[in-house]
């Protein structure tokens, strides 16, 4: 005789249908998750961003910040720039310097703008940063690792440019086959205002 006191019990399938469900579930979980990932463009902008709001707070300047949306600026190491340099024959554009200095963060949304305008899809920031915080630049250290540095950038020059100096920034360098063709630091009369504008001719070098 079967007790009073059992209860009917409903075993779980598992239904294709379930099945589905939870997969669905689980995807959409997992993409949410990525989306809200910042992308590295993503983190360079807000980056430069902070980097622009801070000092125009601080100077009471108003240097116009980068769009997101039109971000060709890609930060670079030294060691992935020149494997594109070395393998690569098209056009390379470099602005190297700091977001501790005035002239780049006052640039930078008009060089993002003009490349955009020129079909340039990515400009290279390389970081000036470890040279300006060394408080001296005469000991045999800093400078046996410099000319290291220089060495890529000027293994093959073009003759109407000078050799890259790693102290002068912010600077603007172009390559084209393997080969420096273009320096800001050429020209003498780099200020604020010509530094821009000789960024200008080096974006349009291919123009």
Same mark, same amino acid.
């Given at each position: 005789?079967?007790?009073?006191?059992?209860?009917?019990?409903?075993?779980?399938k598992?239904t294709k249908?379930?099945?589905?469900?939870?997969?669905?579930?689980?995807?959409?979980?997992?993409?949410?998750?990525i989306?809200?990932?910042?992308?590295s463009?993503?983190?360079t902008?807000?980056k430069?961003?902070?980097?622009?709001?801070?000092y125009?707070?601080a100077?009471?300047?108003?240097?116009?910040?980068?769009a997101?949306?039109?971000?060709?600026i890609?930060?670079?190491?030294?060691?992935?720039? /020149?494997?594109?340099?070395?393998?690569?024959?098209?056009?390379i %554009?470099?602005? #190297?310097?700091?977001?501790?200095? +005035?002239t780049? !963060?006052?640039?930078?949304?008009?060089?993002?703008?003009?490349?955009?305008?020129?079909?340039?899809?990515?400009?290279?920031?390389?970081?000036?940063?470890?040279?300006?915080?060394?408080?001296?630049?005469?000991?045999?250290?800093f400078?046996?690792?410099a000319?290291?540095?220089?060495?890529?950038?000027?293994?093959?020059?073009?003759?109407?440019?000078?050799?890259?100096?790693?102290?002068?920034?912010p600077?603007?360098?172009?390559f084209k086959?393997?080969?420096l063709? /273009?320096?800001?630091?050429?020209?003498?009369?780099?200020?604020? %205002?010509?530094? #821009?504008?000789?960024?200008?001719? +080096?974006?349009? !070098?291919?123009k």
């Amino acid at each position: 005789m079967a007790s009073k006191n059992r209860k009917n019990k409903v075993s779980f399938k598992w239904t294709k249908e379930l099945i589905i469900l939870i997969s669905a579930i689980v995807v959409l979980i997992v993409a949410t998750i990525i989306l809200s990932i910042p992308s590295s463009n993503e983190r360079t902008v807000t980056k430069f961003n902070t980097a622009i709001q801070t000092y125009n707070t601080a100077n009471s300047t108003s240097y116009s910040q980068i769009a997101l949306d039109s971000n060709v600026i890609v930060e670079i190491s030294h060691d992935d720039l /020149f494997k594109k340099v070395n393998s690569s024959n098209d056009y390379i %554009y470099v602005i #190297y310097g700091s977001t501790n200095n +005035g002239t780049v !963060l006052e640039q930078l949304a008009n060089i993002n703008s003009t490349a955009k305008d020129a079909e340039i899809k990515t400009v290279y920031f390389y970081s000036s940063q470890w040279v300006e915080e060394t408080e001296n630049t005469d000991t045999e250290t800093f400078q046996t690792k410099a000319s290291l540095l220089e060495n890529d950038f000027n293994a093959s020059v073009d003759q109407d440019q000078d050799d890259f100096d790693l102290l002068k920034y912010p600077s603007f360098l172009v390559f084209k086959d393997k080969t420096l063709v /273009f320096n800001s630091q050429t020209y003498a009369d780099v200020d604020a %205002y010509n530094w #821009y504008m000789y960024v200008q001719k +080096g974006l349009l !070098l291919s123009k």
